[in-house]
């Protein structure tokens, strides 16, 4: 049960368009289309962003967006802004019926 | 609407055992599958458990097999988490979280109870 792998930063400028890359093995990410992700920002409990793989829950911004590709998951946050600086986590469902989630990753907006 | 409120943190000492609580409203409870996430000061979540929506179905991280145990209560709308052999890595904030409908994917979480376990 090793944590997805999440590069620990990435960062952007206002306006412009971030990917976040969360890569697992065909056991989880790759095994199924139950992938999440959410947002965490600091002193607060995560919220979700995208459930599987690429939908938004309702009064998410379509600024965000999701998508996968064989073992890699990604999270594609556009039009960035002030607000989107926060941790962001990947989760996938594995083979085992658990659970897994991302190593991290800090979104710093320039 | 949807809230989850754990209860139950503190600090314990090293070898002790301790149980948290997470009580859940505005959704039928015994509907949802629910999880225990947790996470140390600082570092990232980390996945604990899950028990299905009657209780019959339980899984782990093999970080917590065998020390810590999930259930729930349908009757008294909570989930708990009985922790035993508690370590000084088991220091963390601890969440709860519900399953989508018919998913097997987290959609809200509690605020958290932060447990320290000390020498």
């Known amino acids: 049960q090793s944590a997805l792998t999440q590069p620990a930063s990435v960062s952007g400028s206002p306006g412009q368009s971030i990917t976040i890359s969360c890569t697992g093995t065909s056991s989880d990410v790759g095994g199924y289309y139950h992938v999440s992700w959410f947002q965490q920002h600091p002193g607060k409990a995560p919220k979700l962003m995208i459930y599987?793989?690429?939908n938004r829950p309702s009064g998410v911004s379509n600024r965000f967006s999701g998508s996968k590709s064989g073992n890699t998951a990604s999270l594609t946050i556009s039009g960035l802004l002030p607000e989107d600086e926060a941790d962001y986590y990947c989760n996938s469902y594995t083979t085992s019926s658990t659970r897994v989630f991302g190593t991290g990753t800090k979104v710093t907006v320039l | 609407q949807v809230q989850l409120v754990e209860s139950g943190g503190g600090v314990v000492q090293t070898g002790r055992s301790l149980r948290l609580s997470c009580a859940g409203s505005?959704?039928?409870?015994?509907?949802?599958?629910l999880h225990w996430v947790r996470q140390a000061p600082g570092k990232g979540l980390e996945w604990m458990a899950v028990i299905s929506d009657d209780g019959s179905d339980k899984y782990y991280a093999d970080s917590v097999k065998g020390r810590f145990t999930i259930s729930r209560d349908n009757s008294k709308n909570t989930l708990y988490l009985q922790m035993s052999s508690l370590r000084a890595e088991d220091t963390a904030l601890y969440y709860c979280?519900?399953?989508?409908?018919?998913?097997?994917?987290?959609?809200?979480w509690g605020q958290g109870t932060l447990v320290t376990v000390s020498s």
């Open positions: 599987g793989v690429s």
């Open positions: 505005g959704f039928t409870f015994s509907s949802y599958g």
């Open positions: 979280a519900k399953d989508w409908p018919a998913r097997p994917e987290i959609d809200y």
